[in-house]
């Protein structure tokens, strides 16, 4: 069945420093989210990608899919104490199931 | 707007009894997903309804049911329960699933003992 794998599982950076998370799909996806988990909270819709190649910019958070349609990343520019949490990618093929990744969890040293 | 309701918040339940969660989603919602989250798993897909009707399901065996009312309020059941099955119950709703923006509920941290 469709798999969504996502790296690195865990992260450790000092604050100041970039971070960039990775998620590839066995199969073509219509679109890609993006979710972010603060510890003890609910997964938080960040963003949407759908065309081939698209690039989208939130502030210090640079999203991206592929041209394949297959894989997607999340890059932080400078992270912040704020940006802790855990990072979801979540992609749906041409139905209507989402398959989310198993998540990078992002721990920010000050 | 209101957002996504969980509700109970907490349950610690017994091997072997069953567990009924409950989930309001989004005013104008059709479409309610329930995802299994434990720590290392991420979150794993239950079932999707959508207007009443199961549209999609995950790898679950069948001790885990669900059910959507015409109001899209949705329920969750597990029957015979196991140890394994504790973890973080999570419920999105969406206008209609898979291409639109899930709000997640705060979910319902069940506990079998």
């Known amino acids: 069945g469709q798999q969504v794998m996502q790296i690195p599982q865990y992260q450790h950076v000092q604050e100041g420093e970039d971070f960039t998370t990775y998620c590839n799909s066995s199969?073509?996806?219509?679109?890609i989210q993006w979710y972010k988990q603060r510890p003890g909270g609910h997964p938080v819709f960040l963003i949407q990608?759908?065309?081939?190649?698209e690039v989208k910019k939130q502030k210090r958070l640079t999203f991206q899919f592929g041209e394949a349609k297959k894989n997607s990343s999340l890059h932080i520019t400078a992270t912040q104490t704020t940006d802790v949490g855990t990072y979801f990618c979540?992609?749906?093929?041409?139905?209507?199931?989402?398959?989310f990744g198993a998540g990078t969890r992002l721990f920010v040293k000050a | 707007k209101a957002g996504v309701t969980q509700t109970p918040r907490y349950l610690i339940k017994t091997r072997g009894q069953q567990v009924t969660l409950s989930c309001s989603p989004i005013?104008?919602?059709?479409?309610v997903s329930w995802y299994q989250q434990t720590p290392g798993q991420g979150l794993q897909f239950l079932f999707e309804?959508?207007?009443?009707?199961?549209?999609n399901k995950g790898n679950f065996p069948g001790r885990f049911s669900g059910r959507q009312f015409s109001n899209s309020r949705s329920e969750m059941n597990v029957s015979t329960l196991e140890l394994g099955d504790s973890a973080l119950y999570l419920c999105?709703?969406?206008?209609?699933?898979?291409?639109?923006?899930?709000?997640f509920g705060q979910g319902t941290r069940l506990t079998v003992v």
């Open positions: 999105a709703s969406s206008h209609s699933g898979g291409r639109t923006e899930a709000f």
């Open positions: 199969t073509t996806l219509s679109n």
């Open positions: 990608l759908v065309k081939s190649g």
């Open positions: 979540a992609g749906a093929t041409g139905g209507f199931k989402t398959i």
């Open positions: 005013s104008g919602h059709r479409s």
């Open positions: 309804y959508f207007s009443e009707t199961q549209r």
